[in-house]
């Protein structure tokens, strides 16, 4: 399974928009990028995956170089209720197969 | 999306005493099934992948005689804590993936405290 490192946390305001980069230089051909979010006594939730290029969806951007060893989570116009620990994670996409989380990216939105 | 429903969400037991924990799969069918424990401020660790009508496969250092996992129809999943001890006293997450995408459903989480 390929690693990933990630910044331990990040700080923000309201209203800005926020860049989580992972780096995940040992990525497989046939591995996909995708991003949890879990918020303080919770199971995580699916925030949006990627295998190349850009993906956009209602709630975030995925952002993956050429190369595919990093991508950026971009959440736009942060709020306080976006205030969670975000977890990069880079694998297969076999429904048998468990996700093994890194130490994930604790983001505190400040009004 | 699909649920995973996990049950209790909060339990508290007497050091010794076994806890059932209970994982749901409401509106698909999950062949597989994952277990995770996670302390405070530290990410999921795996502990074991669970298979509809087989044995569990534990991961490495994850007691399978105290964690007892029985995974008996292809919506349920249960982790049986036994002679539960303070240091067990962790947040236990279950979690499903859909075969569209894998995308991962988890649990509400089991918060276990043992006294």
């Known amino acids: 399974l390929a690693k990933t490192t990630q910044p331990i946390s990040m700080d923000s305001y309201e209203g800005q928009e926020v860049n989580i980069t992972c780096s995940h230089n040992?990525?497989?051909?046939?591995?996909?990028i995708t991003w949890y979010q879990q918020f303080p006594s919770q199971g995580p939730r699916f925030i949006i995956q990627?295998?190349?290029t850009k993906v956009t969806n209602e709630v975030a951007s995925l952002f993956i170089p050429a190369d595919r060893k990093s991508s950026t989570l971009s959440l736009p116009r942060v709020s306080l209720s976006d205030t969670a620990v975000y977890y990069c994670?880079?694998?297969?996409?076999?429904?048998?197969?468990?996700?093994?989380f890194g130490k994930g990216t604790t983001l505190s939105v400040s009004s | 999306g699909a649920v995973v429903s996990q049950h209790p969400s909060r339990v508290i037991c007497k050091s010794g005493t076994s806890v059932k924990i209970e994982c749901r799969s409401l509106?698909?069918?999950?062949?597989?099934m994952f277990w995770y424990r996670q302390f405070p401020k530290k990410s999921l660790m795996l502990m074991a992948t669970?298979?509809?009508?087989?044995?569990?496969?534990?991961e490495q250092g994850v007691e399978k005689d105290k964690f007892l996992i029985n995974h008996a129809s292809l919506t349920l999943s249960t982790l049986t804590v036994t002679s539960a001890h303070p240091e067990d006293s962790s947040f236990y997450i279950c979690?499903?993936?859909?075969?569209?995408?894998?995308?991962?459903?988890f649990g509400q989480g089991t918060r276990l405290t043992v006294v």
């Open positions: 669970s298979n509809e009508g087989s044995k569990a496969t534990y």
């Open positions: 979690s499903a993936r859909v075969w569209v995408n894998a995308e991962a459903f």
């Open positions: 040992n990525i497989a051909t046939n591995d996909y």
């Open positions: 990627g295998y190349k």
């Open positions: 509106d698909f069918q999950a062949t597989t």
């Open positions: 994670l880079v694998g297969d996409n076999q429904a048998g197969t468990a996700l093994i």
